[in-house]
């Protein structure tokens, strides 16, 4: 695949109290050195690339001029912070990356001390910094706190929501704005470099400040017009940043985000200023910076599975099934054709989501609403109103951050909208953060929605004709990360009967229902239970709202065992399905029922299979489930 790169400085650095002695000609090589690292590393693991290539010289200079860790440094998402944790003294782990027992791809304040706070979602930083900072103060401390943060995360609101606090509490807190897509910014050059380092100096400060000294002792219109003027010439110097310095930020920039020589200064009179007050520091990058294959498609490279450095050819394997994601793409361009009142809402992630072959085959009828996942679902209830039939599909773990919308823009007002929750359930290499184990829990307790999960991926085609068709209310689809299982899609998927399950698998005494893809490992299970002479009942509930309840009342009054089985979490699926057998007085007859669900705790990266097992959900734990329930012997003796 490759051959280790040479690193002679870098392999003499221990930690960032090493790079804070170095030239600004070492730290050009050591950042050449930390790349030519970390693609090397990426290369062998798979995971997030052309983000952290953007960032290798910004990382670098962030360590030399901060005191990190008292300082803290804060990256948000944590996508780009792969060369942060080979300066921070993990370099050793990184080929461990985002395996089970090795480094999370992402910050995480168990993992080291130059990780003040954890990051999976996006747009958290600057409000962690703002209480960090605000945290200092109150105690004394002068530590300082910088937040770096990417320009696509600048369009969720809790960023401008911590802002605008940060510029009213006029705390000191440094905001690194990202920017490597040129969205904000034109490209930058000498001029802009000289400018932000006269505007980030103490002799700006002092003839800035001193300017207002002045305006301040002037007859209120005087002075007003003299604000105005200083403003204006500020403004002219810049480019223009109203926004920012509306929020109460002093604005320096843009800079160039690969030149040591543009970035150290800068950020060495941010740290030496006596301003009070917040600081955004605009530095422009680009993504995949100093890997060819990256640089021309950042976006492909974004989340990369192992690849060859010299082509650039990721190693993906040869898919066994379609992924669901485009199965639900696939299926949901299909009643498009045939419906041109469905609409596709993404939150920033058209590809992530199979949403990409919809928005080119109906780019009108699309709508990217950038990371903003609350605007998202309110978006889709007013296109529900006008009497669009909108389809949201988003990540089960991004959705958590719309729960509100959920309730009160869609359920309350009993609006048509259809959610598409991917990545529902366990997501292996992501981990805790990108888990999608909460979703049945925290929709299940909300009236009016209808919620189905999908065994397979010929069930999923079904429910996306189910959800296309259904007017009376919202409707959730719920399906998980990764390849299928292989079953035939038909081409016109017929719509399921709303709250209607199903049984896979006819017997007696023991009843396994589940929900989801858990079928699978339940029908596995069932074939060892008939081994050892049992003949379980297998059923695929289909709907955790409405549930089926002739079919859970049928398997509850003529079995002695029911084992209820999902991907989720405590409170979801098993416990609706419990609390309706006790207010039925299904539980007083000696029915033994047992709950397979995710247990209260968190799971950290490892594969989808492994997370399974942990957690007591796979075939083994239902089939130990099962034995114990009945007093069989559980011995190893006896599973020969």
Not at 37 to 65: F, K, N, P, R, Y
Not at 349 to 370: C, H, I, N, Q, W
Not at 496 to 510: C, H, N, Q, S, T
Not at 609 to 634: F, N, P, Y
Request: glycine share 10%.
């Amino acid at each position: 695949m490759s051959t280790t790169p040479e690193t002679p400085l870098l392999d003499t650095l221990r930690d960032p109290a090493d790079i804070r002695r170095l030239t600004t000609a070492q730290l050009e090589q050591l950042a050449h050195e930390v790349r030519a690292e970390m693609i090397d590393i990426v290369s062998h693991t798979g995971g997030h690339l052309s983000a952290g290539l953007g960032v290798v010289e910004l990382t670098v200079a962030l360590h030399h001029v901060f005191n990190t860790p008292e300082d803290r440094l804060i990256w948000d998402v944590g996508h780009q912070s792969y060369p942060h944790k080979i300066v921070t003294g993990r370099r050793e782990r990184m080929r461990s990356l985002r395996q089970g027992g090795g480094i999370s791809g992402f910050t995480l304040r168990e993992e080291s001390p130059y990780d003040p706070f954890g990051a999976g979602h996006s747009s958290t930083s600057i409000s962690a910094g703002l209480g960090m900072a605000a945290a200092a103060e109150l105690l004394g401390d002068d530590r300082l706190v910088i937040a770096v943060i990417g320009d696509g995360s600048m369009s969720a609101g809790m960023a401008y929501e911590a802002m605008n606090n940060a510029g009213a509490m006029k705390s000191r807190l440094i905001v690194i704005l990202n920017d490597n897509d040129m969205s904000i910014a034109p490209p930058v050059g000498a001029m802009s470099a000289y400018l932000s380092r006269l505007l980030s100096s103490n002799s700006w400060l002092s003839i800035r400040d001193l300017a207002k000294e002045v305006a301040s002792h002037l007859p209120p219109p005087l002075e007003r017009t003299a604000r105005r003027a200083e403003e204006y010439a500020r403004s002219i110097m810049t480019g223009g940043n109203t926004l920012f310095e509306e929020l109460g930020f002093y604005y320096v920039g843009p800079i160039d985000g690969h030149r040591m020589d543009h970035l150290v200064p800068v950020l060495r009179n941010v740290r030496d200023g006596r301003r009070d007050g917040p600081v955004l520091i605009h530095v422009v990058t680009r993504k995949g910076k100093g890997y060819a294959p990256a640089e021309a498609a950042p976006d492909k490279y974004h989340g990369v599975s192992r690849f060859n450095i010299v082509t650039g050819v990721q190693d993906k394997g040869k898919p066994q099934a379609p992924s669901y994601t485009n199965v639900f793409g696939k299926s949901l361009l299909t009643e498009a054709i045939r419906d041109p009142r469905i609409v596709a809402i993404t939150a920033a992630m058209p590809s992530g989501t199979g949403l990409d072959k919809f928005a080119e085959t109906f780019p009108d009828r699309t709508y990217d609403v950038g990371i903003a996942e609350q605007h998202a679902v309110t978006f889709a209830a007013g296109l529900a109103c006008e009497g669009l039939r909108p389809f949201v599909a988003m990540y089960s773990t991004f959705l958590q951050r719309a729960f509100d919308q959920v309730v009160h823009d869609v359920a309350l007002q009993n609006l048509p909208v259809r959610i598409a929750v991917d990545r529902a359930g366990f997501v292996g290499a992501d981990g805790a953060t990108h888990g999608g184990v909460f979703d049945m829990a925290f929709l299940g307790c909300i009236p009016n929605l209808v919620i189905m999960c999908a065994a397979d991926e010929a069930e999923l085609a079904r429910m996306v004709a189910t959800a296309a068709l259904y007017d009376d209310g919202p409707t959730v689809l719920r399906y998980p990360r990764g390849e299928g299982v292989g079953v035939e899609i038909p081409d016109a998927p017929e719509p399921l009967a709303i709250g209607k399950g199903r049984v896979v698998r006819e017997g007696k005494g023991v009843a396994l229902l589940s929900i989801g893809t858990r079928l699978h490992d339940c029908l596995a299970a069932a074939e060892q239970l008939a081994a050892r002479g049992l003949s379980p009942t297998v059923a695929d509930a289909r709907f955790a709202k409405p549930l089926d309840w002739d079919l859970i009342e049928g398997l509850a009054r003529t079995h002695e065992v029911l084992v209820l089985v999902e991907e989720g979490s405590i409170g979801g699926f098993g416990s609706l399905v419990v609390t309706g057998l006790a207010n039925r007085g299904l539980l007083d007859n000696g029915l033994k029922t047992r709950i397979l669900c995710i247990p209260d705790r968190f799971f950290e990266h490892d594969t989808p299979e492994a997370q399974c097992a942990k957690a007591g959900i796979d075939a083994s734990a239902i089939l130990d489930t099962v034995l114990a329930a009945l007093g069989r012997d559980l011995s190893a003796e006896a599973r020969a």
